[in-house]
Nanobody
Framework: QVQLVESGGGLVQAGGSLRLSCAAS????????MGWFRQAPGKEREFVAA????????YYADSVKGRFTISIDNAKRTMSLQMNSLKPEDTAVYYC???????????????WGQGTQVTVSS
């Protein structure tokens, strides 16, 4: 089993930055892809970004490309999402997910965190 705990969410003004972290514990080794998803009220969960365990492959949703950067420290079993130039439409609960061979597909991930709220005010 793998446990995931997100941190770093909060309230920020448009144009600001936040850094989310996801700490993995348990049998958290060789988890193929790890990713970030988000879900706004009344909307479906959507893909944000993903990274492979080695850190050599990254994927981003078009809506965040150039603003968000995903990274991983597999020695510390921690994944991060640096979010810059935040917009009100980035407001959502952000979820960390792990262990998938399909980086953009939520249903392909085996483990999920509890989520952290990100609110961007205009």
């Amino acid at each position: 089993q793998v446990q995931l705990v997100e941190s770093g969410g909060g309230l920020v003004q448009a144009g600001g930055s936040l850094r989310l972290s996801c700490a993995a514990s348990g049998r958290a080794y060789g988890l193929n892809f790890m990713g970030w998803f988000r879900q706004a009220p009344g909307k479906e969960r959507e893909f944000v970004a993903a990274i492979d365990w080695s850190g050599s492959l990254t994927y981003y949703a078009d809506s965040v490309k150039g603003r968000f950067t995903i990274s991983i420290d597999n020695a510390k079993r921690t994944m991060s999402l640096q979010m810059n130039s935040l917009k009100p439409e980035d407001t959502a609960v952000y979820y960390c997910a792990a262990h998938s061979t399909l980086p953009r597909v939520a249903s392909a991930y085996n483990y999920w965190g509890q989520g952290t709220q990100v609110t961007v005010s205009s």
